[in-house]
Structures are given as structure tokens and as C-alpha cells.
């Protein structure tokens, strides 16, 4: 099966500039994440879709950061206006709803942001 | 608050020896614990998983075991080869049909030839 795609690989803005960054889950995959890594850390999660309901977002900086999933299948994780802090490896993952325990999250080859 | 150590921040081992790896955390009840591989540029790629009433799970030359009096998972790597260095994640869940994941910060493993 395909994996989970993302684009652009990289992206270097300046600070108060917008982004946008897009995510096709695996096909039949519910469940969608978007995580924040910065470097040296592990991934932050960011939100949490399921079809095209948000889960949970609490870790959203909702002032700056939003995010969609209209028809349950791509998403789009917009920032408006970047800061510096935000540059950081934006993760797209996926996971099917009911599928077994056993089974982890699949993640996209992430977004490389840069913020100068 | 909720807290995750994976206590090296970079481990070297030799060819053929067996890595482990270590992860504690604090304050979190888990359901579930997970490992991940990532490589450089690469978005993590999941190996094991292990629930709060398992203590051990094997995968091929991996081992993973869970003791949650200790708050604690070993993640062991058998007779390591020079493929195996990369960065493991180990990761926790709630559960409670959530699967969100709490990630530590990793251990950079380098396995010497």
C-alpha cells in the first residue's frame, strides 16, 4: 500500500509570513495526526482527526496554527504568522479506526520548516 | 506533569553485541508503550508494541519488555548491525480507543562495524 504523503519536503519562509502543508493519509485510514518535531525532541502532537472531526487539539496554538480535514481524507496545517520558534519537522500520520491493538501509527516523511 | 526519559541520548555499541535501551516516565499510567525507528530526514516507523499486562513482546531480533511497578520498558536490539543505527522512539498511550502518543525524546544508536 502507499504510505502517507506529505509536501513540500522543505520550506523556508520569513517570520510573519503564512505556510501551509498538506498530508494524504494511507487509503481507508480514519485517523489522522499532525505532530510538530523539533530538533532534538521527539514529536509533539499538534491534533487529532477522525474522518473529518477534530479529536483533540489541545495542544494547538490555535492563535496562530489551524488546521482541516473537509472531506475526511487529505488535511491541510496552516501557520499565520510563523515565528522563529516554529521552525521544526511537521509530521502527518494515519491509523485505521478498529484495526488491532497491535498496530502503530504510520507517518508521512514530514515538512522541514524554516522560519528566518 | 506527564514525563518521558529515555535516558541516553546516544548509545555505541559493537557489531554483533545486543543494544538496550531504556525508557522511564513519571506521572502517566499508560496502556500501551511503542517503539519507534526514525531515521534521519524520515518520519518514525513503528516496531513494537506492548500493553500495561504484557511484560515481554519479541519481534525477530527485537525485544521489548514493560514493568509497570518500575515505570519502565527496556527495548533490547540482538546481535546489532551497522543498519540498526538510527534514533528509537519509545512512545506512550493512554489507550482507551485514543491511541494518542506521547513521545519521548530518543536515543541515537550507533552501532559500530
Known amino acids: 500500500e502507499a504510505g502517507v504523503a506529505q509536501s513540500p519536503r522543505y520550506k523556508i519562509i520569513e517570520k510573519r509570513q503564512s505556510v501551509a502543508f498538506w498530508c494524504n493519509p494511507i487509503?481507508?485510514?480514519?485517523?489522522l495526526y499532525w505532530y510538530q518535531q523539533i530538533l532534538g525532541q521527539g514529536p509533539k502532537l499538534l491534533i487529532q482527526f477522525q474522518n473529518n472531526g477534530v479529536v483533540d487539539d489541545s495542544q494547538l496554538p490555535k492563535d496562530r496554527f489551524s488546521a482541516e480535514r473537509l472531506k475526511g481524507v487529505d488535511s491541510t496545517l496552516k501557520i499565520q504568522p510563523a515565528k522563529l520558534e516554529d521552525s521544526a519537522v511537521y509530521l502527518c500520520?494515519?491509523?485505521?479506526?478498529?484495526?488491532?491493538?497491535?498496530?502503530?501509527?504510520?507517518f508521512g516523511p514530514g515538512t522541514r520548516l524554516t522560519v528566518l | 506533569s506527564q514525563k518521558i526519559e529515555q535516558n541516553s541520548e546516544a548509545l555505541n555499541i559493537q557489531e554483533g553485541k545486543t543494544a538496550t535501551l531504556t525508557c522511564n516516565y513519571t506521572?502517566?499510567?499508560?496502556?500501551?508503550l511503542q517503539w519507534y525507528r526514525q531515521d534521519p530526514g524520515r518520519g518514525p516507523v513503528f516496531l513494537l508494541l506492548i500493553r500495561e499486562n504484557e511484560k515481554e513482546k519479541r519481534k525477530e531480533r527485537l525485544k521489548v519488555t514493560f514493568d509497570t511497578t518500575l515505570k519502565q520498558s527496556l527495548f533490547h536490539i540482538t546481535a546489532s548491525q551497522p543498519a540498526d543505527s538510527a534514533t528509537y522512539l519509545c512512545?506512550?498511550?493512554?489507550?482507551?480507543?485514543?491511541?494518542?502518543?506521547?513521545f519521548g525524546k530518543g536515543t541515537k544508536l550507533s552501532v559500530i562495524p
Open positions: 512512545a506512550l498511550s493512554p489507550g482507551a480507543g485514543s491511541y494518542q502518543l506521547t
Open positions: 500520520a494515519s491509523r485505521v479506526v478498529g484495526r488491532r491493538v497491535g498496530d502503530g501509527q504510520y
Open positions: 506521572n502517566y499510567s499508560p496502556a500501551y
Open positions: 487509503s481507508g485510514h480514519a485517523t
